[in-house]
């Protein structure tokens, strides 16, 4: 029985890693950019049309702790070829290291509108969006660009949000990322999550409905959209803020964009344990958000159930689909090294799926979260409960 089960799981695994990879072969990376070819014309930007306006634009960077490569991370979102915008780093504590960094970056760019809030003014239980609302009061403009400190952008990321924006029925955008690590085994793990496993089921997602959830690369909204849905507080309560955003964008029937561009997300994990406790706070969070679709997730990890199905009943059955999951999966890794730009290794493809697959696991033991060196618990709506001691 176990075998049967195993076999079943990886066969149906195995069609949803045929399905991936064709969706990853819409992507393509021209010499200008990314261009998004498989996504859906209602979801995606209108930046093969006539530009419409170039509306300022306000990118509140939260920043927390020494990400890997910071100052260039953030340099990255001032060194725009764009005619009007706005940036304002924030951190919740003005003895934060990456406050030195922030000012540096502002005095590599005199000529920009560049702004550092360092404050603890407001009460919510999410972090990052405490301190984004502490930032908030100094924005200017009318489109609002939120992004986490570990991502990178070339020059015409800007030019791409403002041209989904175009479209007015587009309330909020968002942009796929592809994981970039820096050094070590838990760095290259963290960073084949986000390429093999992140970037195609959300491909996979949006060819079986609208895009209605946004990434921590990117949550681009409209302002007065925004002030519609009661502002950033409506998320305070919640670790998913992101999604959250999305989801509510899309609830008052405004259109969440996938923005014409893949932004890269630099990743330095500093050990196992360390990727551990990030991703499981990923899994606890999509749980509490999107229970049945996360219950079911285990079947985009059909390499592990094959390996078992073959332990439980060594045949000619149980090795041919073994086979044939190993070349789907070896297929997927191949399709996301081309199209994203990657350089995992192959090699370490059964442990990625093994451990993640554990992760998936670990998550319904407990609701407790890890955030840099918080501790915190979901409840069943993935609101954050109060700080344990």
């Known amino acids: 029985m176990p075998a049967k089960l195993c076999t079943a799981i990886a066969l149906i695994g195995a069609g949803y890693l045929a399905f991936a990879i064709w969706r990853l072969r819409a992507l393509c990376r021209p010499e200008d950019g990314v261009t998004l070819r498989s996504i859906p014309n209602e979801v995606r930007d209108a930046s093969k049309g006539r530009r419409v306006a170039s509306p300022p634009i306000t990118i509140l960077k939260p920043l927390c702790g020494l990400e890997p490569e910071l100052f260039e991370n953030l340099a990255s979102f001032c060194d725009q070829a764009y005619s009007q915008f706005q940036v304002i780093f924030g951190a919740r504590d003005a003895a934060d290291p990456a406050v030195a960094v922030a000012q540096r970056v502002i005095k590599r760019f005199p000529e920009r509108d560049l702004a550092l809030v360092a404050c603890d003014a407001a009460a919510v239980a999410n972090p990052k969006i405490a301190n984004v609302l502490n930032m908030l009061p100094q924005a200017k403009h009318p489109l609002l660009v939120i992004s986490d400190a570990d991502m990178r952008v070339d020059r015409h990321y800007l030019e791409r949000i403002a041209a989904t924006f175009d479209d007015e029925l587009v309330g909020a955008a968002t942009a796929l990322y592809a994981g970039d690590p820096l050094d070590g085994l838990a760095s ?63 609830d008052r029937g405004k259109r969440v964009a996938l923005i014409d561009d893949v932004v890269r997300n630099v990743i330095r994990e500093p050990s196992l344990g360390a990727l551990w406790a990030h991703e499981l706070r990923w899994a606890r969070t999509i749980f509490a958000q999107r229970p049945l679709g996360y219950l079911g997730s285990f079947v985009t990890l059909p390499l592990p159930f094959a390996l078992a199905a073959l332990a439980f009943a060594p045949g000619v059955t149980t090795v041919a689909v073994l086979a044939a999951v190993a070349a789907l999966r070896l297929a997927l890794h191949a399709q996301a090294r081309r199209v994203l730009n990657v350089r995992e290794r192959a090699a370490l493809i059964p442990l990625r799926d093994v451990f993640s697959l554990a992760i998936w696991a670990a998550s319904f033991f407990t609701r407790d979260i890890r955030w840099r060196t918080d501790r915190f618990s979901l409840d069943r709506e993935g609101r954050i409960a109060p700080k344990r001691g």
């Open 188 to 250: 290259e793990l963290g960073a084949m999550f986000v390429n093999e496993q992140f970037a195609p089921s959300v491909l996979v997602a949006l060819a079986l409905g609208p895009l209605a959830f946004c990434f921590g690369s990117t949550m681009a909204v409209r302002r007065s959209v925004l002030d519609e849905l009661g502002g950033l507080e409506a998320l305070g309560a919640h670790a998913g803020d992101d999604y959250l955003l999305g989801k509510a964008v899309a």
